[in-house]
């Protein structure tokens, strides 16, 4: 996400500096402004949190490039900005003809997880957005607050105590949290639901658990927002592309064994381990084998370009709906760093925190239905991708070993869509097989490991 400005001048008073949207990429033409921070005649200072916004990919922080006064603010909270038109404007505290001998280049706006760590010209602004907000909130200037974090980062206890010391009153607790080192093994509360982690199936719980639903007996409308209205979007498209539909099952008995054997090592690192490395890295390795499952067409389905990185997707289940950030590079990842990345998304994820870098380059998508129930499914494929899967749970059952004696099994179906216009059935079923295979002989995946 990038701003633009201009200036005009004043008598008595400093430039007014005037940010535009730019264009930020991939098709995107609008953004949602989901909360702003500063009001009309409030102070900024460089980097200081001016609003948020959400587009069809990630929920983006835009900072102040100037020292100066907020003198107007485009668009009211939820209301549409469009690229190209003033989100902002800003009297400064410069010269207009510093101002104009400045560099001007579009300067980018940076993501919630990105911004919080930038470094300009020896001037560091560590604090989180939850942070900012506070200050905000409570009209504090974070240049006026001494930050006790790891490399003067502020903290939430540095707002409060800088306002204890001013006003004598103690604030009572924000109703949000910082988001910090992710944990270990964040609690299922806390983590999105369909992604990283295939279940075993076990009983459930008899019925639902959470509050009574309240019948208000009248409708409701809402508008389409945010991310809701990227899924409006992604689904219509999708809907041009014809779906060639192949499923399968797959025996884990020997995958859950070896992932018994390695939890409490990859714990030990600080890392949960959960099915869902092994799925991935597997279909890294079966891409290898069939490279047009990771390519992707143009409109005119005149030209096929072959991905060289496998960037595989993971559908998640947040509070913002279905997101569906990647896993950068398999292809030369191990199944220990694909946790560690899995791990990192999924906090991200719980938190409303993934960037667009985390939600864009997907090549190939892993949907795990399976980790809120369901066998088999039937997956919308996400382009400009070609193919994707869908995990079911992973159930115990009787099946025949090869003397024909019953056994007790570890049983997860799978099922596959493809865009027929250029993969064919053949080919979707040969990748599933040596996807299979790998997955059901999890020491062959040794082999081929780089």
């Given at each position: 996400?990038?701003?633009?400005?201009?200036?005009?001048?004043?008598?008595?008073?400093?430039?007014?500096?005037?940010?535009?949207?730019?264009?930020?990429?991939?098709g995107i033409m609008e953004v949602t402004v989901k909360e702003w921070y500063v009001k009309e005649g409030d102070k900024v200072s460089q980097?200081?949190?001016?609003?948020?916004v959400q587009s069809d990919k990630a929920s983006v922080t835009i900072t102040s490039r100037y020292d100066g006064v907020i003198r107007k603010?485009?668009?009211?909270?939820?209301?549409?900005?469009?690229?190209?038109?003033?989100?902002?404007?800003?009297?400064?505290?410069?010269?207009?003809?510093?101002?104009?001998?400045?560099?001007?280049?579009?300067?980018?706006?940076?993501?919630?997880?990105?911004?919080?760590?930038?470094?300009?010209?020896?001037?560091?602004?560590?604090?989180?957005?939850?942070?900012?907000?506070?200050?905000?909130?409570?009209?504090?200037?974070?240049?006026?607050?001494?930050?006790?974090?790891?490399?003067?980062?502020?903290?939430?206890?540095?707002?409060?105590?800088?306002?204890?010391?001013?006003?004598?009153?103690?604030?009572?607790?924000?109703?949000?949290?910082?988001?910090?080192?992710?944990?270990?093994?964040?609690?299922?509360?806390?983590?999105?639901?369909?992604?990283?982690?295939?279940?075993?199936?076990?009983?459930?719980?008899?019925?639902?658990?959470?509050?009574?639903?309240?019948?208000?007996?009248?409708?409701?409308?809402?508008?389409?927002?945010?991310?809701?209205?990227?899924?409006?979007?992604?689904?219509?498209?999708?809907?041009?592309?014809?779906?060639?539909?192949?499923?399968?099952?797959?025996?884990?008995?020997?995958?859950?064994?070896?992932?018994?054997?390695?939890?409490?090592t990859s714990e030990g690192r600080g890392v949960k381990l959960s099915y869902m490395p092994f799925f991935i890295k597997a279909a890294s390795?079966?891409?290898?084998?069939?490279?047009?499952?990771?390519?992707?067409?143009?409109?005119?389905?005149?030209?096929?370009?072959?991905?060289?990185?496998?960037?595989?997707?993971?559908?998640?289940?947040?509070?913002?709906?279905?997101?569906?950030?990647?896993?950068?590079?398999?292809?030369?990842?191990?199944?220990?760093?694909?946790?560690?990345?899995?791990?990192?998304?999924?906090?991200?994820?719980?938190?409303?925190?993934?960037?667009?870098?985390?939600?864009?380059?997907?090549?190939?998508?892993?949907?795990?239905?399976?980790?809120?129930?369901?066998?088999?499914?039937?997956?919308?494929?996400?382009?400009?991708?070609?193919?994707?899967?869908?995990?079911?749970?992973?159930?115990?059952?009787?099946?025949?070993?090869?003397?024909?004696?019953?056994?007790?099994?570890?049983?997860?179906?799978?099922?596959?869509?493809?865009?027929?216009?250029?993969?064919?059935?053949?080919?979707?079923?040969?990748?599933?097989?040596?996807?299979?295979?790998?997955?059901?002989?999890?020491?062959?995946?040794?082999?081929?490991?780089?």
């Amino acid at each position: 996400l990038c701003l633009t400005h201009q200036y005009h001048h004043r008598s008595n008073h400093g430039p007014i500096v005037q940010f535009k949207l730019s264009d930020i990429g991939e098709g995107i033409m609008e953004v949602t402004v989901k909360e702003w921070y500063v009001k009309e005649g409030d102070k900024v200072s460089q980097f200081d949190s001016i609003c948020e916004v959400q587009s069809d990919k990630a929920s983006v922080t835009i900072t102040s490039r100037y020292d100066g006064v907020i003198r107007k603010l485009y668009y009211d909270v939820d209301a549409t900005a469009l690229v190209g038109k003033p989100l902002v404007d800003i009297e400064t505290e410069a010269s207009a003809e510093l101002i104009q001998e400045e560099d001007v280049v579009e300067t980018p706006a940076m993501a919630r997880e990105e911004h919080t760590h930038q470094e300009i010209k020896g001037h560091k602004t560590q604090a989180t957005p939850a942070v900012r907000r506070l200050a905000m909130e409570n009209n504090i200037k974070l240049s006026e607050v001494v930050g006790s974090g790891k490399d003067g980062r502020i903290l939430k206890e540095d707002i409060l105590n800088f306002l204890s010391k001013q006003t004598g009153a103690i604030l009572p607790p924000a109703p949000f949290q910082d988001i910090r080192t992710p944990p270990t093994a964040p609690p299922p509360s806390a983590a999105p639901r369909p992604t990283s982690a295939a279940m075993v199936s076990r009983p459930g719980p008899a019925g639902p658990t959470g509050p009574r639903p309240v019948f208000t007996g009248k409708d409701r409308m809402e508008p389409l927002k945010g991310f809701h209205r990227a899924m409006v979007k992604t689904m219509t498209a999708a809907l041009q592309i014809p779906h060639f539909g192949y499923c399968d099952e797959v025996d884990l008995s020997q995958l859950v064994q070896l992932r018994s054997d390695l939890k409490s090592t990859s714990e030990g690192r600080g890392v949960k381990l959960s099915y869902m490395p092994f799925f991935i890295k597997a279909a890294s390795l079966g891409l290898l084998h069939f490279p047009i499952l990771n390519a992707s067409v143009d409109e005119g389905c005149q030209n096929i370009t072959y991905k060289a990185s496998h960037n595989v997707g993971v559908a998640m289940d947040t509070s913002q709906g279905l997101l569906v950030p990647n896993v950068k590079n398999v292809q030369l990842l191990s199944v220990f760093d694909i946790a560690q990345e899995l791990n990192r998304l999924q906090t991200l994820g719980a938190a409303g925190q993934l960037g667009a870098a985390d939600l864009s380059g997907g090549t190939f998508t892993l949907s795990n239905i399976g980790s809120i129930g369901g066998t088999y499914a039937k997956p919308v494929i996400l382009p400009p991708e070609v193919a994707i899967g869908a995990l079911g749970k992973i159930q115990v059952l009787p099946r025949f070993d090869p003397s024909g004696q019953v056994v007790r099994a570890h049983i997860m179906a799978v099922s596959w869509s493809a865009d027929h216009r250029i993969i064919d059935g053949a080919t979707m079923c040969r990748f599933s097989n040596l996807w299979k295979d790998y997955l059901e002989n999890p020491a062959r995946m040794v082999l081929d490991l780089k």
